[in-house]
């Protein structure tokens, strides 16, 4: 299993990014996928999950209505567009897989992780 995100970078408040995440190894049709980031200082937060089974993501409060996360099967890949982008924003952001917990979360409570893209909101 394969998890390579990109699409990080610094971006001023207000400004958009889009995040891939490329996967293999695993039929990535049929596997619930997830954005995970880390602030400085921070514990793991969840942003967003998709399911494969719908086109209905799920986000965390925080990022509605400025994020959109989405997949693309034929491509083995998903993505997270994050528009109107805030200083609070500013983590390492992962893609995982397998995540049995969300409250509270940390490394194990995801079976894969990517090794993670920084995003920085700054001006």
């Known amino acids: 299993v394969q998890l390579v995100e990109s699409g990080g970078g610094l971006v001023q408040p207000g400004g958009s990014l889009r995040l891939s995440c490329a996967t293999s190894g695993f039929t990535f049709s049929s596997a619930r996928m997830y954005w995970v980031r880390q602030a400085p200082a921070k514990g793991l937060e969840w942003v967003s999950i998709?399911?494969?089974?719908?086109?209905?993501?799920y986000y965390i409060n925080s990022v509605k209505g400025r994020f959109t996360g989405s997949r693309d099967n034929a491509k083995n890949t998903m993505y997270l567009q994050m528009d109107s982008l805030k200083p609070e924003d500013t983590a390492l952001y992962f893609c995982a897989r397998d995540c049995t917990s969300l409250v509270e979360m940390t490394r194990a409570s995801c079976n894969y992780w990517g090794q993670g893209t920084q995003v920085t909101v700054s001006s």
């Open positions: 998709l399911s494969p089974l719908t086109d209905k993501p």
